[in-house]
């Protein structure tokens, strides 16, 4: 499990294995409030996309994806694949971009940290 702080926030983001999806390079990523590190939804305010081939791509949470219109405290999560750069946009603040790291397959050095691009 990983933690990456956002900047001028109480919140943060954690990331953490997919279930059954790490094979396929899925990590599960939710918001946590720094302070304790519980889970919190996603502030209303908050978008999040992840920047493929020079475009912007909205995430969904994966409740909003399967059509849970209120998932309960805490509990919504969102689905990216390694390696990925994701774009924090919030209202007052400059974008936050941050990459998910490459899991370690076998032989070699350990999994890349989380990382925060700007």
């Known amino acids: 499990v990983y933690f990456l702080d956002i900047p001028e926030s109480k ?3 954690r990331l953490f294995p997919g279930g ?3 094979a396929q390079g899925v990590f599960f990523f939710d918001f946590v409030n720094r302070e304790n590190e519980q889970p919190v939804n996603a502030p209303k305010d908050y978008t999040v996309y992840q920047i493929e081939g020079g475009q912007q791509i909205k995430l969904s949470s994966v409740e909003e ?3 849970v219109a ?4 805490g509990l919504e999560k969102f ?4 390696n990925a750069v994701c ?3 919030r209202p007052g603040q400059p974008a936050f971009h941050y990459r998910v790291p490459l899991r370690n397959r076998g032989a070699g050095p350990p999994m ?3 990382t925060r691009i700007s």
């Open 11 to 13: 919140l943060g983001i």
């Open 20 to 22: 059954a999806l790490p």
């Open 65 to 67: 994806i399967y059509g």
């Open 70 to 73: 209120s998932p309960g405290a």
């Open 79 to 82: 689905a990216i694949m390694e």
């Open 87 to 89: 774009c924090l946009v």
């Open 112 to 114: 890349a940290q989380f």
